[in-house]
DNA sequence: ATTAAGGCATGAA
DNA sequence: GTTCATGCCTTAA
């Protein structure tokens, strides 16, 4: 199995409201970079099972290039979907998906 | 089967 | 808050 399926996964079982890292997905997967992870949400996201909106840097903002249609897009989703954004940030103490 | 290139977030000072 | 440097995986030929 591709480590991008993994990535999938694990950002399909992210419940709502809530958020993980690219860092933290890396780990679950078994990724050693981060940036991997996001190369594949940017890059074959599966808008229907994938919501790559909830994950975010580890600073709590939406990382650059959005799948959907913009990072806009994306932090609205989040918002709507219960995460609080604080001047386009997440508090990730809050809102990050811990397991 | 191998080589080559691309593209992104994290950590530390 | 900023800047610098790094490694990794996928796809294509």
Redesign the pocket.
Known sequence: M???EKVYRIVRQIPEGRVL????V?RMT???????????L???PDPAKTPCHRV????GKV???YAFGGAEVQKKKLIDEGVPFVKDRVNLRVSLWIR
């Open positions: 591709e480590l991008s890292t690219y860092g933290d890396a078994g990724i050693r970079s981060p940036r991997v992870v996001g190369i594949f940017h890059r074959n975010v840097n580890h600073i990382s650059s290039g």
